[in-house]
């Protein structure tokens, strides 16, 4: 199947980007809270979807990948380069996409 660059443009500004971030500690065990690195800006993030995980919940090391706030999945560090490459990729939303994250608190 062949994608016209005009067509990935398009699924790219309609979809909700989940970035690979490693784990660095948890700050904030009540409210499931870490502090995850994801390219190079420091956020807390959300672990707590990811209790019942069926690899053991979350460890420092770990990578996730993040949407709004939230660890939505464990994934290796394979897949989590993989994605973010794909990421870095696209340019101008990618970019965009980490400002917005720079610019973003979670206490």
């Not at 016209?4 to 409210?31: F, H, W």
């Not at 979350?58 to 990948?65: S, T």
């Not at 993989?82 to 965009?96: F, H, I, N, P, S």
Request: glycine letters at 8%; hydrophobic letters at 40%.
């Amino acid at each position: 199947m062949v994608v016209s660059p005009q067509a990935l443009e398009r699924s790219y500004k309609s979809m909700c980007l989940a970035i690979p971030g490693q784990v660095l500690e948890v700050v904030d065990e009540t409210n499931r809270l870490a502090k995850v690195d994801i390219a190079g800006v420091r956020r807390n993030v959300n672990i707590g979807l990811l209790d019942d995980d069926p690899s053991g919940g979350i460890e420092v090391g770990d990578w996730v990948l993040i949407h709004v706030g939230f660890a939505l999945s464990k994934v290796d560090e394979e897949e989590a380069i993989a994605t973010r490459r794909m990421l870095e990729g696209m340019g101008e939303d990618y970019e965009q996409e980490l400002e917005e994250l720079r610019a973003s608190v979670i206490e």
